[in-house]
């Protein structure tokens, strides 16, 4: 991955340390990103993406593990989730306007990477678990799902096509 501008380089230590702090498990997929790249500002030449429904995207920002609290998942700015929601989904990207988010609940969703869209083309659930309240489920009717897995976001990741 090009970056226009690239976090400086982290270690194991940091990340153990943000999943212990954080009480949660990163996909591995994530954390090797993490230590190699560790976020930043994508090129244009890898920054936009399209969901089915939504318009062409791009990444202003993949975060990282960084002093920068802007662009740094320790600080991890969550919208109006609940504390229980916040510690369950966690804000890996951004666009300008809306927030990428990776999913990390154990189970069959760790790892599935959403975006929070507003309005919501269409009513959809994130699982048929739900969550614990009412203001949670509210807005977790936003979230489309973009891909299973981080690798799979970054593999959707390109040129602006009405430029190339």
Do not use: W
């Not at 400086?8 to 996909?27: H, M, Q, S, Y």
């Not at 919208?79 to 306007?97: C, D, K, R, V």
């Not at 807005?139 to 990741?157: D, G, Q, R, Y």
């Amino acid at each position: 991955m090009n970056f226009e501008r690239q976090n400086e380089p982290i270690d194991d230590a940091k990340i153990n340390g943000f999943e212990v702090t954080r009480a949660l498990r990163l996909p591995a997929d994530y954390r090797a990103f993490l230590l190699k790249c560790n976020g930043g500002r994508p090129a244009d030449s890898n920054a936009f993406f399209q969901v089915q429904g939504l318009i062409l995207l791009s990444i202003e920002e993949i975060y990282g593990i960084t002093s920068n609290t802007l662009n740094s998942i320790e600080d991890d700015p969550y919208n109006n989730f609940s504390a229980y929601i916040h510690s369950h989904l966690l804000q890996i990207a951004y666009t300008g306007s809306q927030g990428i988010y990776m999913d990390l609940r154990e189970g069959p969703m760790h790892g599935r990477i959403y975006i929070l869209a507003r309005p919501a083309n269409e009513t959809l659930k994130v699982d048929d678990a739900g969550f614990q309240d009412e203001d949670d489920y509210e807005e977790a009717l936003f979230l489309h799902p973009v891909a299973n897995t981080f690798s799979e976001f970054i593999a959707m990741l390109g040129p602006d096509p009405n430029e190339v």
